[in-house]
C-alpha cells in the first residue's frame, strides 16, 4: 500500500512540522487544484450524468465569476443555493467560495415554506434556486430579476423560459468566462448552514475561509486525503458531511467525487460495486447505512478488499460497537469513527484509522482542537466522570448568523459548548454519555439516555434501541424505552424491564417499553426524536393487523392508499425514499410474519414486486394463516387493494 506521506499534501504536512509552514489558504488550494499536472483531463466530479472534468468545472466556475462581477455581487454578499440537481449545486457553491461569497445552502426537497424562511432567515444577495421551488415560492423573492437564478437541467428550465429567471445553462452556453476572481481575507465567510429547525427559528452557523482551511489541514493529517483520494460520498450537500468531505474536500486535495445515485435500498449493491469499479478509496457514509450494508450487502464479495481502498469515513450519529466490530469482521474494511458538528465545520474527534488511535466504542481524540470536560459550573472534571464536551480551536464557527443570544449562549471564553456529555479515560479516549437536551430529569434524577440504550442494545433479539423521557406529572419525567427487534422475536416488555433492573440503578429502569417497526431517521442519519415521541404517545401512524399490503405501504409512504398502484415504485411515489423503502420492508416482516432475504430486499422495487414476493414467502410457510390470500390473479397480474 502507497505510503501516506508519499503525496503532495502528506510531504507538506512533514515539512510544516519540521519548519513551521502553514497550510495553504482555501483559495490557493483551489487555484492548485486547477493547475498541478494532468488536472486538465482529470475526472473532478463523477455522477449518474456523466463526469465532469477539471476543465469543465473551471470554465463553469469561470462564467459565473463574470455573472458575478456583471450583477454587481462583492466578497462577503450571501448568496442562497437551493437545488436538487448536484451538478450544478457543486459547481455554483465552489464558484461562489472562490470568489469569496458565502454560500447559504438549502435542502433542494424543502418545502416552500421552508424554503421562504431560509430566504427570510439569510436575507441573501442573490438566489439560485430550481425553477421548481421559485415557481412555490409563497411569496416573491425579494431581488432584482438579474439576480434570480433558475438551477436545473436544460429540459426543467426550458418549460417556463419564456418568461422565467436566466437559467444556469444559459450561463454556460453563453461562454462569457471571468478568470480573475476578486481578492479577499480569510475571515471572509465561506458558508453559512442553517441548522434543523429551518421554518421556526433558524439557526446559520457561520463558517469562515480560515474555519475551512484549518478542517482541511485536519483531514490532510488524519485521513490522508491527497491527489489520488476518489472519495464516494452521496450524503446531501447540505450537511457538512455532504459538503465538506465531498466537493469542497476533493477540489481542495485535487482528487476526485464519486456521487453515482441517489440512495435507495434496492440499489445498495450498485452503489457498494462502485467501490472496486472507480477505484474509490474513501466510502463517507453514517451508522444508518452502514447498517443496511453490514444486514443486505454479501460479505463474500471483496468490494472493500482492494489495493485502492484505505477506510470507511463514518459519522453525524453515534456508531453502535456492535455494529462497528461486525462490520469490519464481515467486510475486511476498517471504519474511522469521526465526531463533530456544523459548529466546528466537521470533524474534531477521530478514532481511527491507525491503531494507536483506534478505540471501538469511542469518539477517539481531538485532532486540531483542544477539549475540555466540565460540569454544570464550567470547571473541569476528574478522568472518567461525565460532563460537557467543550471544544475550541481554529474551525469553532464564529457564531450563529444574528442570532447573539444564542451565540452567547454556546461560544463562552473561546470555548465551543457542544450541549453534549461525553466521559475522558485515562488513555485520552472520549466516550460518548448523551445530549445535553436529551437528558431525562426523573424525580430529581439525571439520566444519560444512552446509558440505558447501551443496556437495551445487549438484549438479545434487540435491532435498535432508543431511550427518551416522556413528560410525567409526578416524576417530571419518565423513562420509556423504544425498540425496533428482530423479525419473528417474540421478546415481552416484562423482560425487558427484568434485564434493564439487572443492569441498572433502580431510577434508570424504563418504566414504559415501546415496540417500533423502525426508528424514524432524517436526512443526515438521525433518528428523529420528536417523531419518535409522536408515535409512543399515539399521535403517530402505527400499522394494525386488519390492514393489508397496500395499507402497510401508504402508511410507511405517508400517502393515501388509493394513490398506489401495482406500478408505484420509488421514483414516481412521493416518500418513497431509502429510509421509508427500510420501513416498508420492517413493517411487511413483522405485519405478515415472515423474513425476507438480503435479495428479496433488493429486488424489491415496485408494489408488483411487493405482492409477488409476499405471495411467495407467505406460500413458503409451513402453517400460512387462515386469514391470508393471494395477492395476484389467475394470470399472476399483482392484484391492487379493492
Not at 325 to 347: I, P
Not at 387 to 399: D, H, I, K, N
Not at 432 to 452: C, D, L, M, Q, Y
Request: net charge negative.
Amino acid at each position: 500500500m502507497r505510503s501516506r506521506r508519499d503525496g503532495y499534501f502528506q510531504k507538506m504536512i512533514t515539512d510544516m512540522d519540521r519548519k513551521g509552514i502553514e497550510f495553504p489558504p482555501l483559495t490557493h488550494l483551489i487555484d492548485r487544484a486547477f493547475s498541478s499536472p494532468g488536472a486538465v483531463a482529470k475526472h473532478f466530479l463523477v455522477t449518474s450524468r456523466g463526469a465532469m472534468t477539471y476543465r469543465d468545472l473551471w470554465n463553469r466556475m469561470c462564467c459565473l465569476n463574470g455573472l458575478f462581477q456583471r450583477i454587481g455581487l462583492r466578497p462577503g454578499d450571501r448568496v442562497a443555493v437551493v437545488s436538487d440537481d448536484d451538478h450544478a449545486t457543486i459547481t455554483i457553491l465552489l464558484a461562489l467560495i472562490r470568489a469569496g461569497l458565502t454560500v447559504v445552502l438549502g435542502d433542494g426537497k424543502a418545502p416552500a415554506d421552508e424554503f421562504r424562511a431560509l430566504i427570510e432567515a439569510s436575507d441573501p444577495a442573490a438566489v439560485f434556486a430550481d425553477s421548481r421551488i421559485i415557481e412555490a415560492a409563497p411569496v416573491r423573492i425579494p431581488l432584482p430579476a438579474e439576480r434570480i437564478v433558475s438551477v436545473g437541467t436544460t429540459e426543467d428550465s426550458h418549460s417556463s423560459r419564456s418568461s422565467g429567471p436566466v437559467t444556469v445553462d444559459e450561463i454556460f452556453a453563453a461562454g462569457v468566462p471571468q478568470p480573475a476572481f476578486p481578492d479577499f481575507d480569510e475571515d471572509t465567510l465561506a458558508v453559512i448552514l442553517f441548522t434543523s429547525g429551518t421554518t421556526s427559528r433558524p439557526k446559520g452557523v457561520m463558517l469562515t475561509h480560515a474555519n475551512m482551511r484549518a478542517q482541511l489541514e485536519i483531514f490532510a493529517r488524519v485521513y490522508g486525503f491527497d491527489e489520488e483520494s476518489r472519495l464516494l460520498n452521496i450524503l446531501p450537500l447540505h450537511h457538512v458531511d455532504g459538503l465538506v468531505r465531498g466537493p469542497l474536500a476533493a477540489l481542495c486535495f485535487g482528487g476526485t467525487l464519486h456521487r453515482p445515485m441517489r440512495f435507495s435500498v434496492p440499489k445498495l449493491g450498485e452503489l457498494l460495486e462502485t467501490i472496486p469499479t472507480a477505484g474509490i478509496t474513501h466510502f463517507v457514509t453514517v451508522p444508518a447505512i452502514l447498517g443496511l450494508i453490514n444486514r443486505l450487502a454479501e460479505p463474500e464479495k471483496p468490494v472493500f478488499r482492494t489495493p485502492q481502498f484505505r477506510f470507511v469515513i463514518c459519522s453525524a450519529d453515534v456508531l453502535e460497537p456492535g455494529l462497528w466490530k461486525d462490520f469490519q469482521t464481515r467486510f475486511g474494511a476498517k471504519v474511522v469513527n469521526a465526531y463533530g458538528l456544523s459548529e466546528v465545520v466537521c470533524d474534531a474527534l477521530f478514532c481511527g484509522p491507525d491503531e494507536e488511535t483506534c478505540r471501538i466504542g469511542t469518539l477517539g481524540k481531538p485532532v486540531g482542537c483542544r477539549a475540555r470536560v466540565v460540569d454544570d459550573q464550567g470547571r473541569d472534571v476528574e478522568t472518567g466522570t461525565v460532563g460537557e464536551l467543550l471544544l475550541s480551536g481554529p474551525t469553532v464557527m464564529q457564531g450563529y448568523f444574528r442570532r447573539h443570544e444564542e451565540t452567547a449562549e454556546v461560544l463562552q471564553d473561546g470555548w465551543f459548548c457542544t450541549g453534549d456529555f461525553v466521559s475522558r479515560d485515562p488513555d485520552g479516549f472520549y466516550h460518548f454519555a448523551g445530549r445535553k437536551k436529551a437528558v431525562i430529569i426523573s424525580g430529581g434524577v439525571t439520566i444519560h439516555p444512552e446509558n440505558v440504550t447501551s443496556v437495551l442494545l445487549k438484549l438479545p433479539g434487540v435491532v435498535e434501541a432508543l431511550t427518551i423521557g416522556v413528560e410525567d406529572p409526578i416524576w417530571g419525567e419518565r423513562v420509556a424505552a423504544c425498540l425496533v427487534l428482530e423479525s419473528g422475536c417474540g421478546i415481552e416488555p416484562t423482560e425487558v424491564i427484568q434485564h434493564c433492573r439487572d443492569c441498572l440503578t433502580p431510577g434508570m429502569v424504563p418504566a414504559e417499553v415501546h415496540f417500533l417497526s423502525e426508528l424514524p431517521r432524517g436526512a443526515a442519519g438521525k433518528v428523529l426524536i420528536e417523531d419518535v415521541r409522536r408515535r409512543i404517545t399515539g399521535l403517530g401512524l402505527e400499522v394494525s393487523s386488519s390492514k393489508d399490503l397496500f395499507a402497510v405501504a401508504a402508511d410507511c409512504f405517508r400517502v393515501p392508499v388509493e394513490t398506489l398502484s401495482p406500478g408505484s415504485t420509488p421514483y414516481n411515489t412521493e416518500g418513497w425514499d431509502s429510509l421509508a423503502h427500510l420501513s416498508f420492508i420492517l413493517r411487511l416482516e413483522e405485519r405478515f410474519e415472515i423474513a425476507l432475504s438480503a435479495m428479496e430486499v433488493i429486488e424489491l422495487s415496485s408494489m408488483a414486486d411487493a405482492c409477488t414476493i409476499l405471495e411467495r414467502k407467505i406460500a413458503q410457510k409451513s402453517n400460512p394463516p387462515q386469514s391470508s390470500e393471494n395477492f395476484t390473479d389467475e394470470q399472476g397480474q399483482p392484484r391492487f387493494n379493492e
